[in-house]
């Protein structure tokens, strides 16, 4: 499939910020040994190696002109959460570029929630990933070396279905989203449906392994046994996350609507966010990429007339 101007420009800067985390993150790992085997005291802002790449590529031009201060996230461990954000407009094929830039990401195996905000998205997305002849499957077959797992919220899988394919599971945005509380979707409920990504049932230091490896998964009480919820299951195979019309996520009216739903995703413990929305939420959204509605026109991808003003002073 040929891509737009615009949408390889937007996968171009991507890859270079793709590029940029892995340096920043190999120096920020290499200064914290330097400074663990001196005994010395870790600084805040050297573990937050998303944020230094960010800020290098923005001295550079590498990120969105329009882009606002970084906004940092962390995980329930207190590891730093790479996240992106393109924004696009409505036409402008924010699923292909979700699919193009899990392609570049090369990940043959392992796990990736793919989250929409709305049932026809989502069975409009489900009918693109499960046809093997559409580009968007396509381009996840190219990354996987033909392994792809397409799976949904019910669906069982194994550990060695994530070992040996990547795994793309879609999810309706409530699904992720706890406001209504922990127990009242059953992805959090201590469910025993997958035990080969547990361990067995009379193996009595099993969970002290886990939680020494994996120390904020939930239990089902203070010092009670792991719970075996899909929950915990994310938070070990850490996914990577695709958050589609991101806007509706973060367009709650109530601020604490929209920090909750932050707290919900980083809950998942993602080893990496990629956002997607037409208007996306400057203060929690980092801004990557900003195509505007003329790229779009110039590339004959808006069909209606479009009339562009431009205000002087305008922020």
Known sequence: MQLKEYQANAL????????????????????????????????????????????????????????????????????????????????????????????????????????????????QTKAALKNREHPYRQMLERASGGRVKLLEKDDLFTAADVANYLCVMLLMLPATNRQRGREFLRMFRDSGRYPTLFPDSDDVLGDGRLLQQYPDLERTSEQGTVKHSLFNVFKMLRPVVVLDEAHKAYGARKRESNEEFVRSVNRLDPRMVIELSATPNRGISNLLVDISGVELKTEEMIKLPVQVESFTGAE
């Open 12 to 123: 171009d800067y991507f890859d270079r910020w793709r590029e940029a985390l892995a340096t920043a993150r190999v120096q920020s790992d290499t200064v914290i040994a330097s400074l663990r085997q001196v005994g010395a005291a870790i600084p805040d802002d050297i573990p937050n190696y998303p944020k230094t790449a960010w800020q290098q590529l923005a001295q550079s031009g590498g990120v969105a002109p329009s882009a606002g201060e970084y906004v940092s996230r962390t995980d329930t461990a207190g590891r730093p959460i790479p996240h992106i954000c393109f924004k696009v407009p409505t036409g402008g094929g924010k699923t292909l570029l979700a699919a193009a830039a899990l392609e570049r990401l090369n990940r043959q195996t392992g796990l990736t929630l793919w989250i929409t905000p709305t049932r026809a998205i989502y069975e």
